[in-house]
């Protein structure tokens, strides 16, 4: 089953997984935001590279897609 990786990179920011990046989850965005221990604990959600922490350059990936209300792969 590969399909939730594709899911995943065609709409990264989408933590909650029901096709939109919105307020929902722009709160677990924030509520990870700052975290520099992506390496260790529970999963920090908006880590999109590898730097092991959730700062601007994920900010940068996850800003463009707020506010998509319907992912490429929902029909
Ligand atoms: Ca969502
Ligand atoms: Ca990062």
Do not use: K, Q
């Amino acid at each position: 089953m590969t399909f939730p990786d594709v899911f995943e990179f065609l709409l990264r920011g989408d933590f909650d997984d029901d096709c939109d990046v919105d307020g929902y989850d722009l709160a677990e965005f924030a509520f990870d935001f700052r975290r520099t221990d992506c390496d260790l604990g529970e999963r920090c959600e908006g880590y999109f590279d590898t730097d092991l922490d959730v700062g601007g350059s994920d900010l940068a990936v996850f800003a463009p897609n707020f506010g998509i209300t319907e992912c490429p792969v929902c029909e």
